[in-house]
């Protein structure tokens, strides 16, 4: 097979596999869709050809319409059920002392993994720092390096409220990863333009996809300013020379449950 084959009985002509075509390397020909030249090197794989078309008769080389879930009319958010879902959204900052196993937090990843990337390029590189024990470590190489921040860098470490945390961690209290029994790092190549985005991105989807399965998340800014600049913890992490953190997530089952959506400012929009 070339790039893509169609099954001439199923295929009807439509075209809409070319307009959809993000790279538009399927042009239509005797009424079929047809690669154009190159066109096996420019595809991104993005499987919207397959995806899209009403009868399924087009397969690509990496991708049949049988791989391909169908989408569940009945499954489709309403308006007012997607604002309730991202509006009941919370950062969980007490977590029960419990586990979360492995195989729902593979099923998380794995639908977090399907965030959109720059030309699907799909550079996120999981890491799951699963023992509760080594996010507590990771944890005090963060606040030796509020530390150090607090000695050479005072202004900045302060204004970030180094110095709290640091006397918290002291008391017993984590304010770094909120005793969460474990923290998901995005990974990636630092010298990909595409990596930051699509680690926030999957991050972001990531935590989205937690409350459903009944987990608590939230951001740890904290963990991934000391993974960006702090050498001692970039080596615990195992991060090779090209790859850098570009988000952290404290996951777990969480103490409370939120009965109200607070407030946020009023978006401000510019009209042009
Ligand atoms: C990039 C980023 C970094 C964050 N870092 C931390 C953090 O280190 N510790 C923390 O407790 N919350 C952190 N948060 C959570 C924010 O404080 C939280 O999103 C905000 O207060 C709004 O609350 P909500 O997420 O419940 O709507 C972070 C959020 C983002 C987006």
Known sequence: MGLFSVNKDLCNGDGICAAECPIKIIQMKENLPQPVHNAEAMCINCGHCVAVCPKAALSLKTLSPEQCLPVNKEWMLSPEQAEHFLRSRRSIRNYKNKAVDKTILEQLIHVASF???????????????????????????????????????????????????????????????RGAPHLILANGDKNDLSTPSACTIAMTYLELAAQPLGLGSCWNGFFNAAAISWPPLQKALGLEQNQGNFGAMMVGYPVYKYHRMPLRNAPQIKWS
Do not use: C
Not at 155 to 165: C, E, N, Q, T, W
């Open 115 to 177: 965030a959109p990337s720059g030309h699907n390029a799909q550079p996120v590189r999981w890491q799951v720092i699963y023992e509760r024990e080594e996010v507590k470590r990771l944890s005090g190489m963060v606040i030796d390096w509020m530390g150090y921040m607090l000695k050479e860098h005072t202004g900045i470490a302060k204004k970030m409220h180094f110095d709290l945390v640091t006397a918290g961690w002291t008391f017993g209290m984590d304010t770094v990863s």
